[in-house]
DNA sequence: AAAGCGGTGGCAAGAAGCTGCCATACACTG
DNA sequence: CAGTGTATGGCAGCTTCTTGCCACCGCTTT
């Protein structure tokens, strides 16, 4: 069974019942918040979770870190996680939404359009993507950092700037010729793994390289 | 689009001309090399590679640790590699085989039953569901450990020596500090960390102290 | 004993990296 | 427009690192 359907509204429909189903775990990848603003799909998961205690059935949300920008953004987050909800942050764009109900559903959804308009969804039962989505993002979930401890940790996040900065240092470049690829005269290149030494705070380029790895900043 | 056929055979009967267009990117995630060992389908898009020069595409392969069990799947690993693939390998089990061509097909296979039975395939191109499925591809991939930093990762024990240099350079002392604690001459010092920075392949120290840290060498 | 070998340490020249100072450029503000 | 703040690039002098060369020591082999 594959179903193909546009727009949020269809999809309500047509899916209302699988969430409602939900028995042990359901599972959603996505950028953000910002999809499922309709209360209506949600609150089928949601009102199944705020009925007190435990919740009935494991809920999780792997998403990128787009979806910490805004202060509003945060604080649904932690009224989720509250609810009894897993959050994880996985560093990569998750642009398409994606979610696994038990092992018995999966939706996929196109990458969302700037402004709203309908996307198209794809609800399948089918055993082999079922099981490959889930698989994968058991696999994303699996490399995802907690939210809290995604929060705590002061993971000095780079600019575009510094993560060019940081391939070129990665790479074992002397200075001249990374400033050169980057098309930075050697002083401000120099500057810039100063700034990058300081953010890391790292008397040294080798100790400022083991944090770099450590922190799994491969640029 | 969405077919689902039941063995390999059927499935490169189907899948053969889809393998035989990929333009420009070739990505699966499986637990290990054992599926294709069919060669028809593989060779599509082996042959392709081996004619010498830089890949026509790009190839890659997610893979998880038990796919470098024995001996002949990591040397058939390094000629994939030779041949311009890349490979990962991802914490995650992988069991499901899931391969996307292009943004334009996807194809997601069941778990492999364990003496080699047919298992079933789907083979789609309904773009949410290619798209999804190439996100949390993305998603892994990212969060993977490149081949040889893989097999590199079983890295030579330090000694207590190598410990101790390790210690200081990550401490971010100078050569000269560092020699003096640990009792040495600064030019011996420095011969260590030539024989540390030759250990770990790298051309400069932040390099080096970037690879301890992905190494979690922390001495 | 003599020769060979690996590890050590001193020395020095050169390369690479670090940083203060200054001049310039551009955006923003009053 | 003048003034302020921020980013850039050149220059110079300094520190740190890198490496080759040589001498020495202790050990084993011949």
Redesign the interface.
């Known amino acids: 069974m ?1 179903i ?1 359907v546009r727009g949020d509204t269809e999809l309500v429909a047509r899916a209302y019942p699988l969430f409602a189903s939900v028995k042990d775990d359901f599972v959603c ?1 996505a950028r953000d918040l910002t999809t499922w603003a309709q209360p209506e799909a949600r609150e089928a998961v949601i009102r199944r979770l705020s009925g007190g205690g435990p919740p009935p059935f494991r809920v999780r949300k792997l998403l990128s870190p787009a979806a910490l920008a805004d202060e509003d953004a945060r604080r649904h987050l932690w009224e989720v996680v509250a609810q009894g909800a897993e959050v994880r942050i ?9 979610i696994v109900l038990d092992r018995s559903f999966a939706i ?4 969302a359009p700037p402004f709203g308009g309908p ?4 609800v ?1 039962d ?4 079922v ?3 889930r ?6 979930w ?3 950092t907690e939210l809290d401890a995604y929060l705590r940790s002061d993971m000095p996040q780079l600019d575009a700037d510094g993560q060019a900065v940081l391939r070129m ?6 200075d001249e010729s990374a400033a050169r690829q980057l098309g930075l005269s050697l002083r401000t290149y120099r500057r810039r793994v100063a700034d990058l030494m300081a953010l890391l705070e ?15 900043l491969t640029g």
């Open positions: 594959v193909t990848a996985s560093a990569s764009p998750l642009p398409h939404e994606t996929l959804a196109e990458v996307r198209e969804y794809t399948t089918t055993p082999s993507v099981g490959g989505v698989m994968l993002i058991e696999a994303a699996k490399a995802a240092l990665g790479g074992g470049h002397t790292s008397g040294s380029r080798f100790q400022a390289g083991m944090r770099a790895g450590e922190l799994g």
